[in-house]
């Protein structure tokens, strides 16, 4: 069984009314927490599995068992009309949309290494690809060595890639003589090969990957900002030579020192040109002092320990490269050089190879390279397993800041599962978490920390990014169990949800509970009314004993017999808790009138309310309401505070309600404090506000 598993970071940080730069993205080490995001894909026979349930769900890090937070399907959907997409037409919608997108591609084109026959090749297949892969909630961009990771626009719509592909289908220049920068063209200046032979030819290569490693190593960082779930990089090009130390490159030329520019005027200025700048009198683009710099620096580069660092960089962002070789099946890496020897060439081609296969194992990705001409299927099969996957979460039980690499094991109980994931993650060091935003220690004078509810109210958030095409939000009670399923809009609106559907709820104790031994399964099935997205469970057939609970949801259409599953788990207090151990949330606006609808995403606008319901087992003596920062600082907000009974439980249930027209787009914690009697007791839903 191969394994691969991502440990990921959580999201940036947004402080209150105005929005910052994201953090990096590591584990959420807070209030001595260190919250892992595991996406993983499990398989059978190459077909994702889509009905996985908690129990059948194990972690380990470093061979210690994790308990399991919470464990949501991610479901993409098909690619459907081109026009039927919606498209960000800002920079923040872009990065919102990126964020909370199902899948993110990026398709890199390495034009410095891929001829102009195998751009060729590869353009029909990646339209075709492109069409079929990319789902109507996902989003895809495209870079190439040249650009700005931060330039790369991402959009719904595959037709302006397709058509960007058609127009310039010579996007390859490894054998281009003809395509040189300016910067390539003042080495063949300094060296010409009537004098220097190779020299020029040599420094173009070395530079040419490194730039092409550089551009990888931003897009990492980029994505890394962009997101926490898994990004996944479609790698177009034919290898690198990955070059090391070349003493002969970097030595003394004819057994000469290194020869400096005459001096010169500078036309634009009349004063003396600058040493190694252009000279135009001379049609010279680069000075030779400035050829010499960099003929020393490219000599003494090390590309195998910056590749090393860049797959290490991937694997804590999240990213999983895909290396594309669109030739196909091949016999010579360098058809044209009659000059070069068989086996050479054959080692060469088996080193590039090698490389990419290592490139995307390490960063849990496939390669497509030498062994079919069909290259459109490989790309469709490539991608046939990662439409679905599951998003787990636990608290890692090593809070440590040491830097230290964390195995991460996924094991699944269910034969003949392919469980594919990254071996593990690197937990951030003192210094970087601190640079981060998430410093372990805090100077004298400072604000606390957030308190651990707060944390935790965060935490919950980071499940709703993406498609999810049904929620759940469980609370418990004194002897009960409170759940909301919700289907996501998108998925509302398929054919077969339009007639409505059938709930089943499940509860059942988690296995290491105590209550497990005494307290069986109860079911309660409910009917889901045609246009209808949420449904409320008020409680069991029995009542439930105190203990953590695993709550399942399985939803089907009416008109369809595929069901939708999705869980969570939650802690019934004890018989002696005043207050419930969770908060259910509701919403009103301008989609649903006066009414408040029970709601299972946290995600709101500024033209909602948003209203929490907590389980009382007595009335009330005092109860108070604030809405907090996420670093748990209070805001300036009216909270306000009412109880009422449920009439068809008969269940008495604290109510907190807020207006969220003043607050701007982030993160922000609802608090409530109640004081029954002697006991007081805090209650924290955390939400997401969006544009």
Same mark, same amino acid.
């Given at each position: 069984?191969?394994?691969?598993?991502?440990?990921?970071?959580?999201?940036?940080?947004?402080?209150?009314?105005?929005?910052?730069? !994201?953090?990096?993205?590591?584990?959420?080490?807070?209030?001595?927490?260190?919250?892992?995001?595991?996406?993983?894909?499990?398989?059978?026979?190459?077909?994702?599995?889509?009905?996985?349930?908690?129990?059948?769900?194990?972690?380990?890090?470093?061979?210690?068992?994790?308990?399991?937070?919470?464990?949501?399907?991610?479901?993409?959907?098909?690619?459907?009309?081109?026009?039927?997409? *919606?498209?960000?037409?800002?920079?923040?919608?872009?990065?919102?949309?990126?964020?909370?997108?199902?899948?993110?591609?990026?398709?890199?084109?390495?034009?410095?290494?891929?001829?102009?026959?195998?751009?060729?090749?590869?353009?029909?297949?990646?339209?075709?690809?492109?069409?079929?892969?990319?789902?109507?909630?996902?989003?895809?961009?495209?870079?190439?060595?040249?650009?700005?990771?931060?330039?790369?626009?991402?959009?719904?719509?595959?037709?302006?890639?397709?058509?960007?592909?058609?127009?310039?289908? %010579?996007?390859?220049?490894?054998?281009?003589?003809?395509?040189?920068?300016?910067?390539?063209?003042?080495?063949?200046?300094? +060296?010409?090969?009537?004098?220097? !032979?190779?020299?020029? %030819?040599?420094?173009?290569?070395?530079?040419?990957?490194?730039?092409?490693?550089?551009?990888?190593?931003?897009?990492?960082?980029?994505?890394?900002?962009?997101?926490?779930?898994?990004?996944?990089?479609?790698?177009?090009?034919?290898?690198?030579?990955?070059?090391?130390?070349?003493?002969?490159?970097?030595?003394?030329?004819?057994?000469?020192?290194?020869?400096?520019?005459?001096?010169?005027?500078?036309?634009?200025?009349?004063?003396?040109?600058?040493?190694?700048?252009?000279?135009?009198?001379?049609?010279?683009?680069?000075?030779?002092?400035?050829?010499?710099?960099?003929?020393?620096? $490219?000599?003494?580069?090390?590309?195998?320990?910056?590749?090393?660092?860049?797959?290490?960089? %991937?694997?804590?962002?999240?990213?999983?490269?895909?290396?594309?070789?669109?030739?196909?099946?091949?016999?010579?890496?360098? !058809?044209?050089?009659?000059?070069?020897?068989?086996?050479?060439?054959?080692?060469?081609?088996?080193?590039?190879?090698?490389?990419?296969?290592?490139?995307?194992?390490?960063?849990?990705?496939?390669?497509?390279?030498?062994?079919?001409?069909?290259?459109?299927?490989?790309?469709?099969?490539?991608?046939?397993?990662?439409?679905?996957?599951?998003? %787990?979460?636990?608290?890692?039980?090593?809070?440590?800041?040491?830097?230290?690499?964390?195995?991460?094991?996924?094991?699944?109980?269910?034969?003949?599962?392919?469980?594919?994931?990254?071996?593990?993650? $690197?937990?951030?060091?003192?210094?970087?978490?601190?640079?981060?935003?998430?410093?372990?220690?805090?100077?004298?004078?400072?604000?606390?920390?957030?308190?651990?509810?707060?944390?935790?109210?965060?935490?919950?958030?980071?499940?709703?990014?993406?498609?999810?095409?049904?929620?759940?939000?469980?609370?418990?009670?004194?002897?009960?169990?409170?759940?909301?399923?919700?289907?996501?809009?998108?998925?509302?609106?398929?054919?077969?949800?339009?007639?409505?559907?059938?709930?089943?709820?499940?509860?059942?104790?988690?296995?290491?509970?105590? *209550?497990?031994?005494?307290?069986?399964?109860?079911?309660?099935?409910?009917?889901?009314?045609?246009?209808?997205?949420?449904?409320?469970?008020?409680?069991?057939?029995?009542?439930?004993?105190?203990?953590? +609970?695993?709550?399942?949801?399985?939803?089907?259409?009416?008109?369809?017999?595929?069901?939708?599953?999705?869980?969570?788990?939650?802690?019934?207090?004890?018989?002696?808790?005043?207050?419930?151990?969770?908060?259910?949330?509701?919403?009103?606006?301008?989609?649903?009138?006066?009414? +408040?609808?029970?709601?299972?995403?946290?995600?709101?606008?500024?033209?909602?309310?948003?209203?929490?319901?907590? !389980?009382?087992?007595?009335?009330?003596?005092?109860?108070?309401?604030?809405?907090?920062?996420?670093?748990?600082?209070?805001?300036?907000?009216?909270?306000?505070? *009412? *109880?009422?009974?449920?009439?068809?439980?008969? $269940?008495?249930?604290?109510?907190?309600?807020?207006?969220?027209?003043?607050?701007?787009?982030?993160?922000?914690?609802?608090?409530?404090?109640?004081?029954?009697?002697?006991?007081?007791?805090?209650?924290?839903?955390?939400?997401?506000?969006?544009?």
């Amino acid at each position: 069984m191969r394994i691969r598993l991502t440990a990921i970071g959580v999201a940036a940080a947004t402080m209150a009314l105005a929005a910052q730069p !994201p953090e990096a993205q590591l584990p959420r080490f807070r209030a001595g927490a260190n919250l892992v995001r595991v996406d993983t894909y499990v398989s059978v026979k190459g077909v994702a599995l889509t009905d996985l349930k908690p129990e059948e769900v194990e972690v380990f890090e470093d061979d210690r068992p994790q308990t399991l937070e919470s464990l949501e399907l991610m479901t993409a959907r098909g690619s459907g009309s081109q026009a039927a997409r *919606s498209e960000p037409t800002t920079l923040a919608e872009m990065r919102d949309a990126a964020a909370d997108a199902a899948r993110l591609f990026t398709v890199f084109f390495d034009r410095f290494h891929v001829s102009v026959a195998g751009s060729y090749r590869a353009n029909k297949p990646i339209v075709e690809a492109l069409d079929k892969i990319i789902g109507a909630d996902d989003m895809v961009g495209v870079m190439t060595p040249e650009m700005s990771p931060t330039a790369i626009t991402y959009s719904r719509r595959t037709s302006s890639i397709e058509r960007m592909i058609t127009d310039n289908w %010579a996007w390859g220049i490894k054998d281009q003589v003809a395509q040189r920068s300016p910067r390539e063209s003042g080495f063949e200046q300094c +060296y010409p090969p009537t004098l220097h !032979p190779g020299i020029a %030819a040599k420094m173009i290569a070395r530079l040419r990957e490194q730039q092409t490693l550089a551009a990888l190593a931003g897009l990492v960082t980029r994505l890394g900002e962009l997101r926490p779930e898994r990004k996944f990089v479609m790698l177009f090009t034919e290898g690198w030579a990955l070059y090391q130390r070349d003493e002969q490159l970097g030595g003394p030329l004819d057994g000469q020192a290194p020869r400096q520019d005459p001096l010169g005027s500078e036309p634009s200025t009349g004063g003396i040109r600058r040493p190694g700048a252009s000279d135009p009198q001379r049609g010279i683009a680069q000075g030779m002092e400035s050829c010499e710099r960099e003929r020393v620096m $490219l000599a003494f580069i090390d590309h195998e320990v910056e590749f090393r660092q860049l797959l290490q960089r %991937a694997n804590r962002a999240n990213v999983s490269f895909y290396p594309i070789d669109a030739r196909g099946l091949i016999v010579f890496d360098q !058809p044209t050089r009659f000059d070069l020897p068989m086996g050479v060439d054959n080692a060469w081609l088996r080193d590039r190879h090698d490389d990419l296969k290592m490139m995307a194992d390490q960063t849990d990705g496939v390669a497509v390279l030498n062994h079919t001409n069909d290259l459109g299927g490989a790309m469709q099969k490539m991608f046939a397993d990662v439409g679905s996957y599951y998003l %787990a979460s636990y608290y890692s039980s090593n809070p440590k800041l040491d830097g230290r690499f964390r195995r991460i094991r996924v094991e699944v109980k269910r034969e003949h599962a392919e469980v594919r994931a990254r071996p593990g993650y $690197l937990a951030p060091t003192e210094s970087e978490a601190r640079a981060a935003g998430m410093a372990p220690e805090r100077p004298a004078g400072s604000r606390p920390a957030p308190s651990p509810s707060v944390t935790r109210a965060l935490d919950a958030i980071a499940p709703s990014r993406g498609n999810l095409p049904v929620r759940i939000q469980a609370a418990g009670g004194r002897g009960l169990i409170r759940a909301v399923v919700e289907l996501d809009a998108a998925t509302a609106k398929q054919p077969e949800w339009l007639s409505g559907g059938t709930l089943r709820l499940t509860v059942e104790p988690e296995r290491a509970s105590a *209550s497990a031994k005494s307290a069986p399964a109860q079911t309660v099935t409910l009917a889901l009314e045609p246009g209808q997205r949420s449904i409320t469970a008020s409680g069991t057939n029995a009542p439930v004993a105190p203990g953590r +609970y695993l709550v399942r949801a399985e939803i089907t259409p009416r008109a369809g017999r595929i069901p939708l599953q999705v869980s969570t788990f939650v802690t019934v207090p004890a018989d002696t808790a005043v207050i419930g151990s969770a908060a259910l949330a509701l919403r009103r606006g301008p989609s649903t009138g006066l009414a +408040y609808i029970a709601t299972a995403d946290p995600r709101f606008r500024r033209t909602e309310r948003l209203r929490i319901e907590v !389980p009382l087992a007595a009335p009330a003596t005092e109860a108070t309401g604030r809405m907090l920062t996420r670093e748990g600082q209070p805001m300036p907000l009216i909270v306000t505070y *009412s *109880s009422r009974v449920d009439e068809a439980t008969q $269940l008495r249930l604290g109510v907190a309600d807020v207006t969220l027209s003043a607050l701007a787009a982030g993160e922000y914690v609802l608090e409530f404090t109640i004081k029954t009697g002697s006991q007081t007791e805090v209650i924290t839903y955390g939400f997401r506000l969006i544009p």
